[in-house]
């Protein structure tokens, strides 16, 4: 905590990240803030830019989301507080903070900061780095992927496990692969060239999943695109920028199949 890093920092860093994400989300209590924003924590603050000068420490940076969820399992439990649901609603993706149009913070255009919950990840280019880095995790390996998402299609495990988003006996449902891989394809080719482009494209899928694969199927497909969405892990699977990216442009899918039925 003074000119260069030491063993303090790194024994402190893994509990102050976890305490801005968990703060926020359950007590509704900002430790960290946005570039410019005006914080009680100037120091904490910097400490945080200093760090995030760092390589080493950036490759195990995790996000707030992958923290809130992967925390109450560890502890038995963490305790909501009327303040935090806010901040809960925008890191879960559920609304923006502000409530602009009533739409979800992991909704297109995204917004800097996630409108002001947790600041951008600058130091790994622009948007269209992070988009090439979640094409080129989700193409690596395409077909356990799509097998992982068919689990929201598919049956509970047993034993169930106590951490919600963790089912690792999750039985796939295999009918659900081919629409689901097809998809990711769509969602890869719009991250690359723009949703823009390949609206039309979505668009002709989500009439295909819904005429021809009827109801059932098309449950099935939306279960599981947001069974893979609502776990894409940071840094475990890819960095914040490519995770925003990726869970924004599923849901941009999602929403197609949802307008078609």
Known sequence: MGKDITTVDIQFAPFLERMCASLLFFKGFQMRVSPGEPTDYPNLNKWFDAMETHESYMLTKSDYYTHCWDLPPQL?????????????????????????????????PLQPHNGGIEPDWTWLGDDDAAKREAVERVSANNESIARFAARGAGRKGFPAYTAPLADPNAVPNDAMLVGISS??????????????????TMEQMATVVVQE???????????????????VGVPRDMRLPAARQLRAHVNWAIGKILDAQ
């Open 76 to 108: 038995g439990g963490c305790t909501f507080e009327p303040s935090g649901e806010p901040y809960e609603k925008a890191i879960n993706g559920e609304r923006t903070l502000d409530g602009t149009g009533g739409r979800g913070s992991w909704e297109l």
């Open 183 to 200: 998809v990711l394809q769509v969602i890869c080719m719009a991250l690359l060239e723009g949703v823009e482009k390949h609206e039309s």
């Open 213 to 231: 694969g009827k109801e059932e199927f098309t449950e099935g497909i939306v279960k599981s695109l947001a069974y893979m969405r609502d776990r």
